[in-house]
């Protein structure tokens, strides 16, 4: 046993060493002989120094913690007051190619939580993969969002959200160098992709 000095009343108690030892992996500064000590020694006292910061959104001043401050660099790219204020900011913006890139990488294969051991077929693998999203995104980018065939595309009053589809031009199975060519894409809907294109006849087989 170990004798210490309580640093709220004083008096001395014995401890056994193992919890002396645990409270320096806790990084305790503070002995106390009991709970009450404990609560009686922290009420009223700030357990850390929090700063005063300005939220990017709507520009309230709030305090913070010093460990979220310093862990800006590394994981917050802005500080907002509230969680409405965080979804208000991030609110039509995206990430960046190279961020995208980034996460894709952190999370392909065994990286990812559900890595079941490379039980994925090859064309999955590829359509669900950051490449083939990029490819897509460009091909309705460089269509403007509507199909070649109908000229159907969303719009405010609509009332339905038009579903389209990248086409290849030249097969997918049969041309694997053209895969991801900007060129070789094509935006359709749902219905034309299906009706005038040999798209989901092996489905379901």
Not at 28 to 41: I, L, Q
Not at 91 to 97: C, D, N, P, Y
Not at 179 to 185: I, K, Q, T
């Amino acid at each position: 046993m170990m004798k210490l000095k309580c640093d709220n009343c004083g008096k001395e108690y014995r401890v056994y060493p193992s919890v002396v030892k645990w409270n320096r992996i806790r990084k305790h500064k503070n002995n106390f002989c009991s709970s009450e000590c404990s609560h009686e020694f922290r009420k009223g006292r700030k357990l850390v120094e929090y700063k005063e910061v300005i939220c990017e959104y709507c520009k309230k001043k709030f305090s913070i913690p010093p460990y979220r401050f310093r862990d800006r660099r590394k994981r917050y790219k802005h500080l907002s007051c509230s969680r409405r204020c965080y979804h208000k900011w991030w609110k039509g913006r995206k990430a960046s190619e190279e961020t995208r890139r980034k996460i894709s990488e952190a999370n392909k294969g065994e990286k990812s939580g559900n890595w079941k051991g490379g039980i994925t077929p090859v064309n999955s693998k590829i359509k669900s993969g950051l490449e083939y999203r990029l490819w897509r995104e460009r091909v309705f980018q460089g269509d403007n969002y509507t199909c070649w065939i109908c000229n159907a595309r969303t719009y405010k009053g609509l009332g339905h959200r038009v579903e389209l589809h990248p086409h290849h031009l030249k097969s997918f199975s049969e041309y694997p160098k053209l895969r991801f060519e900007v060129s070789n894409g094509l935006t359709l809907c749902r219905f034309c992709h299906k009706t005038y294109t040999n798209w989901g006849i092996n489905q379901g087989k």
